[in-house]
Nanobody
Framework: QVQLVESGGGLVQAGDSLRLSCTAS????????MGWFRQAPGKEREFVAT????????EYADSVKGRFTISRDNDKNTVYLQMNSLKPEDTAVYYC????????????????WGQGTQVTVSS
C-alpha cells in the first residue's frame, strides 16, 4: 500500500509559478506510474499530467501543456508538478495518484490518492 502526501499549494496571482510535491511512503515508489489530477468547485476531477515509473514518458492535458512540467525523483520517493504562467482557471484542488507500472490519463485506473492541496490563482 502506498500513502501519498501533497504539498506546495497556495494562493498566487495570475502569471506566477508554484511547484507541487507529492511524497510517497510505504510501497515501492519506483514501481508506480504517477499522475496529477485536479478538481475545481462544481466540476468533475480532470487529468493534468502523468509520468511513467521510470520517468521517461510524460503526458499532459492540453490545457496545461507548455506551462506545467511533471517530474519525479525516485530516490526521494517524490513526484513534482511545476506550474508556470498560472491562470485563474487553474484554481482547483490538486491530487497526486499512483498506479502500478503504466501511466494513464484515466483517474479510475489509479489505486492510491493523496488528500489534495489547494491552488488558488487570483486575476
Amino acid at each position: 500500500q502506498v500513502q501519498l502526501v501533497e504539498s506546495g499549494g497556495g494562493l498566487v496571482q495570475a502569471g506566477d509559478s508554484l511547484r507541487l510535491s507529492c511524497t510517497a511512503s510505504k510501497g515501492t515508489f519506483r514501481e508506480y506510474a504517477m499522475g496529477w489530477f485536479r478538481q475545481a468547485p462544481g466540476k468533475e476531477r480532470e487529468f493534468v499530467a502523468t509520468i511513467s515509473w521510470r520517468g521517461s514518458s510524460t503526458e499532459y492535458a492540453d490545457s496545461v501543456k507548455g506551462r506545467f512540467t511533471i517530474s519525479r525523483d525516485n530516490d526521494k520517493n517524490t513526484v513534482y508538478l511545476q506550474m508556470n504562467s498560472l491562470k485563474p482557471e487553474d484554481t482547483a484542488v490538486y491530487y497526486c495518484a499512483a498506479k502500478l507500472r503504466l501511466s494513464s490519463r484515466t483517474d479510475y485506473e489509479y489505486d492510491y490518492w493523496g488528500q489534495g492541496t489547494q491552488v488558488t490563482v487570483s486575476s
